[in-house]
């Protein structure tokens, strides 16, 4: 089975007004919210989503929604609009493509309005491993509370502490020579070294940061499939530098107060 790492914040107006309003009874494309969660509920054992309770978040503050009532909000969506609505599944990826791009700006636009904004959909199974990873280990050292088995709902300053983690590890992989597949002058080199000049007195970071870095290295070198997660953070630490750089930008604590990370497997 895949695992599929997601990254999400939001507009609390947006979400209360035409999130809910949408939600509570309108038909998207084919179903209703609620035929989607009674389906699910006939399907799947041991489901215990409950329809009401999500309207209830999302209408008083959708900041508060836990990882798996966001996941059936955006498996619905998925398949009414991306899926459906805007696709059907009669577009081919290649001969389509300016129609889906123009469709997927549609549905950005509607996830707009509802008050949802993806940060970041980390791009493969396996990609997803190596990110999680890197949060394991970051609050090993800096606990942090909002967990489920299905991902965390999180204050966004902790969260933006985590994301000067990222960049600071994967600069230091860059910059080491370690992943020779990129420039770390292609990146915003004034964001990286605020970061960096951030945490120059934290030990506690560069205590996290040098024992990560030190077990990457080791594990390069090893040839045990038991250690893709750490190969791939050091393939990849291009695309979580650039990401991460991005997110810290976008993320406004006092509009956008908490973060939800949908990891679900």
Not at 44 to 53: A, P, S, T, V
Not at 217 to 237: L, Q, R
């Amino acid at each position: 089975m895949g695992r599929n790492t997601e990254i999400y914040m939001f507009h609390k107006e947006n979400a209360s007004t035409n999130l809910y309003k949408d939600l509570e009874s309108k038909r998207l494309h084919k179903k209703t919210f609620k035929e989607f969660i009674n389906e699910r509920t006939d399907e799947l054992l041991n489901y215990y989503i409950i329809f009401e309770d999500i309207l209830s978040v999302i209408n008083k503050d959708i900041n508060n929604i836990s990882p798996d009532y966001l996941f059936e909000i955006i498996y619905y969506l998925d398949i009414e609009l991306k899926y459906g609505k805007y696709d059907n599944g009669n577009l081919h990826w290649k001969s389509d493509r300016d129609l889906r791009l123009k469709n997927e700006q549609a549905v950005n636009e509607i996830y707009k309005k509802y008050g949802i904004s993806l940060l970041y959909k980390v791009h493969t199974s396996t990609v997803c491993y190596s990110y999680m990873f890197q949060f394991g280990n970051y609050t090993d050292f800096f606990p942090i509370k909002g967990g489920n088995e299905d991902g965390y709902n999180i204050g966004s300053k902790d969260f933006l502490m985590f994301n000067d983690y990222m960049i600071l590890i994967m600069h230091k992989i860059i910059e080491s020579g370690l992943s020779d597949d990129y420039d770390i002058h292609d990146f915003n080199r004034d964001e990286i070294d605020k970061v960096i000049q951030k945490y120059q007195a934290d030990r506690i970071m560069q205590q996290c940061i040098e024992n990560e870095f030190k077990w990457l290295k080791s594990c390069m070198s090893k040839d045990d499939d038991a250690y893709k997660a750490e190969k791939n953070t050091v393939y990849w630490a291009g695309l979580f530098l650039g990401q991460s750089l991005e997110m810290k930008l976008r993320i406004n604590p006092e509009a956008n107060p908490r973060i939800v990370i949908v990891d679900s497997i």
